[in-house]
């Protein structure tokens, strides 16, 4: 594939240098099936003493699992089960602090986030809150975040969003869903075990898988496209290609869909997503439909901007055997509607990256509602 910008992402000063931008990496990760189970020995150097507890943040899914039973929770460390039927809000990371601070003395050893991106992400934003004053709400934006997170590691248990390795913790907050981007957002530690995502719904595995898909085609087709995020997006297009075509074993497809996953974070942490993200934060914030579906039913009517991708998708798509939900749009009033091309418009880096600086000549308020109105 061609690049079509090597230049980004940069930032041009004011004294118009040139410079690059410095991203922070998760600088620790284990991979391998049965990892979890270091988990122990990896906390243990971390514990500041026995009054400074770990905290376990715990998508309830996994209430009374064996996997719970296997959470080396010692001393005062606390176990917390969090529910994702909606994505995470501003105000339940500001609960979940006030309930920290609250419980104990001292500030925790750390937070360990053992779940999805719903999981992760909120486990980020607890840990960054734990050192910076007032709500999370303030910090939704690029480089407010002024002191460091508690020490933070995140267990994936779906693979695809990668937000196991990314630089933000997406929020639903009272004005705006933004993400806290900040050096202080990624994790310290990453365990990488396949096997935690074995009791995925095949219907969530294709969604959540499908996030990834969607960040290699809008990085790859993006005009942010460098060398690095090239490199990476090609190698998890090839792995989702691999894990949603081939009749790989579920052991191979897990192990597969969680690197993808990883490279996917990693291509679109220097370069950006695309169209079907920016429409899909609209449904998201109008109907509370979550990422992975959001993007899937944003995807496939976007033949226009990635005739390619939403091709292979939809063989992606029969091949699994998934129908989509349809009419989700149908009954919506033009003030919904125009909720939803206000919060898309609003993303302005997507576009950019999808169409140029100059997006606002392709894309109208009209041409996104005729999308939105095949939803
Ligand atoms: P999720 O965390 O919301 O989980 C989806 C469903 O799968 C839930 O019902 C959950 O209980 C279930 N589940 C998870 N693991 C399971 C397991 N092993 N067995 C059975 N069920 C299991 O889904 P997701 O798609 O991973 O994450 C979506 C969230 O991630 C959104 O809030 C989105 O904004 C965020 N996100 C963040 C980033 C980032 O870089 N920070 C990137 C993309 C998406
Ligand atoms: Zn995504």
Same mark, same amino acid.
């Given at each position: ?29 284990? @991979?391998?099936?049965?990892? @979890? $189970? ?17 905290? *376990? ?17 010692? @001393?005062?460390?606390?176990? &917390? ?14 609960? /979940?602090?006030?309930?920290?601070? %609250? $419980? *104990? ?5 750390? &937070? ?23 709500? #999370?709400?303030?910090?939704? %934006? ?10 933070? =590691? %995140? ?12 630089? +933000?913790? =997406? ?11 900040? $050096?202080? +957002?990624?994790?310290?530690?990453? &365990? ?13 595995? *294709? ?37 949603? /075509? ?20 990693? #291509? ?6 695309? =169209? ?28 226009? @901007? ?32 125009? +909720?939803? &091309? ?7 880096? /997507? ?25």
């Amino acid at each position: 594939m061609e690049l079509k910008d090597k230049s980004e992402p940069r930032i041009v000063s004011s004294s118009q240098e040139v410079k690059y931008r410095n991203f922070p990496m998760v600088p620790r990760v284990v @991979f391998g099936r049965g990892s @979890f $189970d270091q988990l122990g020995e990896i906390l243990m150097p971390k514990r500041k003493n026995s009054d400074s507890p770990f905290i *376990f943040l715990v998508d309830d899914v996994f209430v009374g699992s064996e996997l719970v039973k296997r959470i080396p929770a010692i @001393f005062c460390d606390q176990i &917390i089960f969090v529910s994702t039927d909606e994505e995470p809000k501003t105000n339940q990371v500001d609960a /979940l602090v006030l309930k920290i601070q %609250g $419980d *104990f003395e001292e500030l925790p050893s750390g &937070i360990v986030g053992i779940g999805g991106g719903s999981v992760m992400d909120l486990a980020k934003a607890v840990a960054i809150m734990m050192n910076n004053e007032g709500s #999370s709400c303030i910090y939704q %934006g690029w480089d407010l975040v002024k002191k460091p997170s508690v020490y933070h =590691v %995140g267990i994936p248990t779906i693979s695809g969003t990668g937000a196991e390795v990314s630089r +933000t913790t =997406v929020l639903l907050g009272p004005e705006k869903k933004l993400g806290i981007n900040s $050096d202080h +957002t990624p994790f310290d530690q990453v &365990i990488l075990d396949p096997d935690l995502t074995k009791g995925v719904s095949k219907e969530q595995w *294709f969604y959540t898988g499908m996030d990834c898909y969607i960040h290699c085609i809008e990085s790859l087709n993006g005009t942010f496209l460098n060398a690095f995020s090239q490199s990476y997006g090609e190698k998890a297009f090839e792995l989702c290609k691999e894990v949603f /075509l081939n009749g790989l074993t579920p052991c191979e497809s897990r192990d597969k869909l969680m690197m993808a996953s990883w490279h996917g974070g990693m #291509s679109i942490a220097y370069s950006q997503v695309g =169209v079907a993200h920016a429409m899909s934060y609209g449904l998201s914030y109008l109907l509370g439909i979550k990422h992975g579906l959001g993007n899937c039913l944003v995807f496939q009517h976007l033949e226009e @901007f990635y005739p390619e991708g939403v091709a292979l998708f939809k063989i992606m798509r029969d091949k699994q055997e998934i129908e989509l939900p349809v009419g989700l749009c149908a009954n919506l009033s033009d003030d919904e509607f125009n +909720t939803m &091309i206000s919060v898309s418009m609003g993303m302005t880096p /997507l576009w950019e990256n999808a169409l140029g600086h100059h997006w606002k000549q392709i894309v109208t308020p009209a041409k996104l509602k005729s999308i939105y109105q095949k939803i």
